[in-house]
């Protein structure tokens, strides 16, 4: 889709997607950060790549075809020769009346048009599709990630056994650099990532075992055993990885960080790797960064209700600071960029340390911790305040020194966005005491804490509803503490859910579907219960897992002058919990079964990442 800014211009005003003020202030902001106007278009939540397609497509007269909803085989894709469809950026995804149907990101090139034509020797039909989803379906191609680094291996194999006879004992550093620079290697490193990409993967793990090389892919938080590779090609993959991320290829007795760069199926991907020393060699960690993706809002991210409420009414305020807490992995930091990309404006200046800087966004001025240099995150956030910021972003409060000077920020007329690795919200009060800052600070600055997880969600491809047998249906009453009455037999259907902004409502529904006594006494034991809920059933989409993606349950803490009383008493994380479920609170679990009877997740689900 080339377009000139003028054309582009008049599409989105005469769409009414942006006003031609609007337009203008992104077109200066994207020239200035030397970006593409649509992906800012896209972060800034006006209109995203689908929706442009579709309106492109109607002002050009050609169709719009959603490829991720068609069922696109090789066979069909394979009319057409992988280098022409790479090239011209186009697919077939079908045949109607013998006239193949063809995908095309750039259906106004007459003389791609014309030379596909002359391939397949008919006239085609011609769809406007995503760049995206035909990359996705141009991965169809492939032969399956078993067979491409069997390929690859073989050919690999042969490149060794030449070299040695040719070379014999030359093992300089340059020479094997010059050696697993070329093709083969190289190809099978690429082919690792690729796959993962095209997984959905956040992390592959490449572990050296005594005999062979074991490669996981974590999955939707959860990893799984992806391959295995002869054990003699593990030092030449891990230099491989070494060489692309600037690491000493000749070190092996200490854990060494890299990071690498790439474009690949069309995004632009930024992989953080990590080395570390292992009784059987050397195991690589690399985590996958999609840089071309865009921030989520908040309702994109599962929060709901009262929750997102409480969130804006938070960064409404001139200064204080709104916490996120969680363990490792639990989707803090995408919490963070959502509320930065909400705030972001060409009137305030946003400024962030990070380490690492997971996404860009532009217009924000974003520093990379280096504690090799003494920049830390208490250092960086002392200059950042030298910076006439708006609003800070502190990746993590880890020590006392952070925290005072985040509490001093917030307090001196700054928002301060930051995370802290506690279990729940509540917690997160507490722990800033331990930090040794003072109670009265805390209170008077902390404007909003969340907690939160991440769950996987039920697969929309193959979901089906079921209704538990009785056996578990108490098992789910007593760990979610859930009330008989609205779950009786003799409630037909599933049980309606309306999440709302109102307080009221909000304390209502928890109130109707959850026991917040202590003890509780569960009638449910003693009354046949109607649960209908949702599960997957396993499909090609979700790899028969049943799961495809993940959103996050939430409790959300508004620090009002009652909770700001507790935290100068000094009171425990107990207390505080307990009188923010009393003031209405929906607590991480109670959030993760309403978004099961909504039948977004199971139950399953919810207990795995909420038990403690």
């Known amino acids: 889709m080339k377009l000139k800014p003028e054309e582009l211009r008049k599409l989105l005003v005469d769409n009414n997607v942006v006003t031609a003020e609007q337009f203008d202030e992104i077109l ?86 014309q030379f596909i034509e002359k391939q397949l020797g008919y006239e085609i039909k011609i769809y406007l599709a995503t760049a995206s989803d035909i990359g996705t379906a141009l991965e169809l191609y492939r032969e399956g990630l078993s067979t491409e680094i069997s390929k690859a291996i073989k050919e690999t194999e042969d490149e ?65 055993d992806t391959m295995t590779l002869p054990r003699s090609l593990m030092s030449s993959i891990i230099s491989r990885i070494k060489i692309l991320s600037n690491l000493r290829i000749d070190e092996h007795r200490i854990p060494q960080d890299g990071r690498i760069k790439m474009k690949l199926a069309g995004q632009s991907i930024s992989i953080r790797v990590s080395t570390l020393p292992v009784m059987d060699g050397e195991k690589i960690v690399m985590r996958l960064l999609d840089e071309s993706s865009k921030a989520l809002t908040l309702e994109d991210l599962g929060f709901q209700g009262q929750a997102i409420i409480i969130i804006k009414k938070a960064l409404e305020r001139p200064h204080g600071m709104l916490l996120v807490t969680g363990p490792t992995g639990s989707g803090k930091s995408t919490t963070l960029y959502s509320v930065v990309s909400s705030l972001n404006g060409i009137g305030v200046n946003i400024s962030t340390i990070e380490d690492p800087v997971e996404y860009r966004i532009a217009g924000v001025n974003q520093t990379q911790v280096n504690t090799k240099v003494g920049m830390t995150f208490a250092s960086g956030l002392r200059a950042l305040l030298r910076q006439d910021p708006n609003i800070i972003m502190v990746g993590e409060i880890r020590d006392s020194e952070t925290a005072e000077i985040a509490v001093h920020s917030a307090l001196t007329g700054h928002v301060v966005l930051s995370t802290l690795h506690t279990n729940n919200a509540a917690g997160c009060l507490p722990r800033l005491l331990d930090m040794n800052v003072e109670p009265f600070l805390i209170s ?4 909003a804490v969340i907690g939160q997880r991440l769950v996987r969600k039920i697969c929309p491809f193959c979901s089906e509803t079921y209704s538990p047998e009785q056996e578990m249906a108490e098992e789910i009453a007593q760990n979610f503490n859930i009330k008989s009455e609205p779950f009786l037999a003799k409630n037909k259907g599933p049980l309606k859910i309306e999440r709302s902004n109102d307080a009221d409502a909000e304390i209502k529904l928890r109130d109707r579907i959850f026991d917040q006594k202590t003890e509780t006494a569960h009638k449910a034991k003693k009354s046949a219960l109607h649960l209908t809920l949702h599960k997957g059933k396993g499909c090609n989409k979700c790899d028969n897992t049943g799961y495809l993606g993940r959103l996050g349950i939430y409790e959300v803490i508004d620090v009002d002058d009652e909770v700001g009383r507790l935290i100068i008493s000094h009171a425990s994380t107990a207390e505080i919990q307990a009188l923010a479920v009393k003031k209405g609170m929906i607590s991480m679990q109670q959030d993760g079964f309403l978004k099961v009877l909504e039948g977004v997740t199971t139950f399953e689900e919810v207990l795995r990442v909420t038990r403690e």
């Open 444 to 447: 008077s600055t902390v404007n």
């Open 28 to 113: 200066k902001l994207a020239q200035q950060n030397n970006e593409n106007v649509l992906d800012i278009l896209g972060q800034k939540k006006y209109i995203n790549e689908r929706e442009f397609a579709k309106i492109y497509a109607k002002n050009l007269n050609v169709p719009y075809v959603d490829l991720s909803k068609e069922a696109v085989t090789r066979e069909t894709l394979e009319k057409l020769p992988e280098r022409v469809a790479r090239r011209y950026q186009a697919a077939v995804f079908g045949v109607e009346g013998g006239q193949p149907k063809v995908a095309m990101s750039d259906p106004i090139n007459v003389e791609s048009v």
């Open 160 to 224: 060794i056994s030449i070299e040695k006879e040719e070379l014999g004992k030359d093992t300089s550093v340059d020479h094997v650099e010059e050696i697993i620079s070329e093709a083969p290697i190289s190809k099978a490193v690429n082919i690792l990532i690729e796959y993962a990409i095209k997984s959905r993967a956040s992390d592959i793990h490449i572990e050296p075992r005594e005999s062979f090389v074991q490669v996981r892919y974590r999955i939707d938080g959860i990893l799984k």
